[in-house]
């Protein structure tokens, strides 16, 4: 664990979801050390993207939990609905203007940070409670002109 790592202190009354490595999905990487960097990398990538105040279109961070001098989990607010269950449910009470502006905001944000998201779809813009679209899954955000190595969206 690098001493830069934010080590999560969660208060009691935020919803939170703790993002763990997914073990079956990358069960082939697990030997090679590829999958301790790429999620080191996620939690390095939150670590640069915290900005006070925050940005109301992208995921909040909250740090990481730590076992043993490792990363074991990153901790984020927790949402239940991502635009594409949004979008199943159909068009009524739906602005899309409203949707459009917030994910625009948000990837402005983040290309202000000089970071693309890179693997940015209905999936990965999840809906809060009072309908702002909220940009996650943030591994394969990575600064501008830099090589990165990702799987994309696991489907």
Same mark, same amino acid.
């Given at each position: 664990?690098? &001493?830069? #790592?934010? $080590?999560? &202190?969660?208060?009691?009354?935020?919803?939170?979801?703790?993002?763990?490595?997914? /073990?079956? #999905? !990358?069960?082939?990487?697990?030997?090679?050390?590829?999958? $301790?960097?790429?999620? /080191?990398?996620?939690?390095? +990538?939150?670590?640069?993207?915290?900005?006070?105040?925050?940005?109301?279109?992208?995921?909040?961070?909250? =740090?990481?939990?730590?076992? %043993?001098? %490792?990363?074991? =989990?990153? $901790?984020?607010?927790? !949402?239940?609905? +991502?635009?594409?269950?949004?979008?199943?449910?159909?068009? !009524?009470?739906?602005?899309?203007?409203? !949707? #459009?502006? =917030?994910?625009?905001?948000?990837?402005?944000?983040?290309?202000?940070?000089?970071?693309?998201?890179?693997? /940015?779809?209905?999936?990965?813009?999840?809906?809060?409670?009072?309908? +702002?679209? #909220?940009?996650?899954? /943030? =591994?394969?955000?990575?600064?501008?002109?830099?090589?990165?190595? &990702?799987?994309?969206?696991?489907?």
């Amino acid at each position: 664990m690098p &001493s830069q #790592i934010i $080590v999560a &202190s969660i208060p009691a009354e935020v919803d939170i979801y703790i993002k763990r490595p997914k /073990l079956n #999905i !990358y069960n082939n990487w697990v030997n090679s050390g590829l999958l $301790v960097r790429l999620f /080191l990398r996620k939690a390095k +990538t939150f670590k640069a993207l915290i900005r006070k105040p925050h940005h109301k279109n992208i995921i909040r961070y909250h =740090g990481c939990i730590i076992h %043993r001098r %490792r990363i074991t =989990g990153i $901790v984020l607010d927790r !949402y239940s609905k +991502t635009l594409k269950d949004r979008l199943r449910e159909g068009a !009524y009470g739906f602005n899309k203007r409203l !949707y #459009i502006d =917030g994910i625009k905001s948000g990837v402005k944000y983040l290309h202000s940070l000089r970071y693309a998201h890179n693997d /940015l779809n209905l999936s990965n813009i999840i809906i809060s409670k009072d309908d +702002t679209p #909220i940009i996650i899954n /943030l =591994g394969s955000c990575k600064c501008f002109s830099k090589a990165f190595i &990702s799987k994309g969206t696991y489907k």
